[in-house]
């Protein structure tokens, strides 16, 4: 049967034949989450015989008709795509509500440490001398909860305070609601939902909360997708706190732009590799039509000390414990010999064996990467600033932390959950050695 199309992005139209056809809507995936709610609108009300899921049969007099409706249509749906002013404001919002409060908190837990911590924690190991040896190496040791896990506290709070106030204003004044209408277009070209930019934003904060968003927000088609941008390029407050720290620690700052791009970027790519089927969005009301407003201080200081309690009185103390657990294993054989696994890509990449047990116990926590500043931050010191922004972003990416892990599964179910984790593995793997490539340091 003869098909005739209609392109609901621009109103353009194949010829009407008299014959019976087939009339079918295309570039639907192509319109906001607005232009889809106002075309099933006008599908219901106009009574148009079309489907933007399939094609209808239908005669030349039906379809003249139809076309007719659908070009009001077009006309009414232009005020709900955003301009391209608004695409480029939706991003620089995006971009200062995070820019702005790393700054501020790289600036503050620089001095903070520079100023008294590293003074304070020399000056304690020097007065050390507790009766047990062990207890020594698991207070003041390369993986001491004092001389290490102190930089949890100083790097990673900042973060998650000013990340938490800027997310929560950007939340009480409803601005929210124009950057996720306004980024929908660019959203919808990596696959994602433009209400799916909430639970990945979200993600900036904590992943597994993320991620428990994802689940009840986005619709079946992305919720996967979703899933898997905020487990790979997602850069959650608490390794947002230890990359800072680290190149920090390695005198190499700057890395943290390039750092967040590559993060950014192999996100991206991850869908694109992973991800290629066409998608179909689900349709619900327009957004972004609410008023700003002031925040109401009560809920908004309530909303940021969530935030601060849900590090204080969980991330912190499993922090601890890493360093409690990896301070006695490196009193053991156990931790050289799982840690080997990672062994052979560090001698690829030119990496001392020594930064394997940051790779693996960041697979536990992201801020697990702070175990690659043991011997006060010498070994970091020695890299290369390549070698060292790859080792970072391989930390990063290789897996999410156990927490997100187990929110896919329960989520998802344990078979699609490991599928997600077993390719951000494989992407990362392919990132790592791609980099190194391009840096010289793979021969």
Known sequence: ML??????????????????????????????????????????????????YKAVESDAQTTQADFKKLKDYIEESRQHHPKIQDTLLGWL???????????LAYHFSDW??????????????????????????????DYGVLSLGIYS?????????????????????HLKQYVVWSIEPTMHKIGLDGQDIIPVLEGFGCNAAAITQANSQCSSCTKENCMSIISFGSS????????????????????????????????????????????????????????????????????IWSTIQMFLLQALPIFIAICIVVSI???????????????????????????????????????????????HGTVLQALSPASLLILVFFSSTFSSCMVTVSMMVKHLGVKKGAGIVGRQMTTAIICTLFLALIAGILI
């Open 3 to 52: 098909e005739v199309k209609f392109n609901l992005a621009t109103g353009e139209a194949t010829s009407i034949p008299d014959a019976p056809h087939q009339l079918k809507l295309t570039h639907y995936h192509r319109l906001t989450t607005g232009q889809q709610f106002l075309l099933r609108q006008f599908i219901l009300k106009r009574h148009i015989h079309a489907s933007p």
């Open 93 to 103: 919002i995006i971009f200062l509500m995070f820019a702005l409060p790393i700054f």
């Open 236 to 303: 959650c407050s608490y390794q947002i706190g230890a990359t800072l720290s680290l190149f920090s620690a390695a005198h190499h700052s700057w890395l943290f732009v390039p750092y967040l791009l590559l993060v950014f970027l192999g996100g991206i790519l991850h869908n694109k590799l992973w991800y290629r089927k066409p998608t179909t969005f689900h349709v619900t009301p327009p957004i972004y039509r609410s008023k700003l407003q002031w925040p109401d201080m009560k809920p908004l200081l309530a909303q």
């Open 329 to 375: 294993l490196s009193l053991t054989p156990i931790l050289t010999i799982i840690s080997g696994i990672f062994t052979p890509l560090l001698a690829l990449l030119h990496i001392p064996d020594s930064m394997a047990p940051g790779i693996l116990f960041s697979m536990i926590r992201k801020d697990g990467m702070l175990l690659f500043n043991f011997d």
């Open 153 to 173: 506290l100083v790097w990673a709070l900042p973060v998650v305070v000013m990340i938490g106030i800027s997310t929560a204003v950007i939340d009480q004044t």
């Open 112 to 141: 903070l440490q520079n100023t008294y911590v590293t003074q304070w924690i020399d000056q304690m190991t020097k007065q050390a001398n507790t009766p047990y040896q062990w207890i020594n190496h698991i207070l003041y040791g």
